[in-house]
Nanobody, 122 residues
């Protein structure tokens, strides 16, 4: 069993930055690929970024490419999402997800966190 707890959300002005963290319980974190997803009010949950088990591969949605960076620290059982040049359309609840061995997606993830709110004001 893996529990995921996100933190770092908040209110920021457009153009600002935030860093989200997702702390995982358990001793098998290094066996899981991790991802970040978001859901805005009235919209479906969407993929934001993902990182492979050892951090060697990263993937991004086109809408965040060049602005967001995903990283992980297996020694700390934590995955991060550095968000720069934030836009009002980035406003959403951000969730992290874990999937054993392969990159998670919306339909195939083993574990989800509870989410953290990010609000970007114009």
């Amino acid at each position: 069993q893996v529990q995921l707890v996100e933190s770092g959300g908040g209110l920021v002005q457009a153009g600002g930055s935030l860093r989200l963290s997702c702390a995982a319980s358990g001793r098998t974190f290094s066996s899981y690929a991790m991802g970040w997803f978001r859901q805005a009010p009235g919209k479906e949950r969407e993929f934001v970024a993902a990182i492979s088990v050892n951090g060697g591969m990263t993937y991004y949605a086109e809408s965040v490419k060049g602005r967001f960076t995903i990283s992980r620290d297996n020694a700390k059982n934590t995955v991060y999402l550095q968000m720069n040049s934030l836009k009002p359309e980035d406003t959403a609840v951000y969730y992290c997800a874990a999937r054993r061995g392969v990159v998670p997606n919306i339909y195939q993830s083993d574990y989800w966190g509870q989410g953290t709110q990010v609000t970007v004001s114009s």
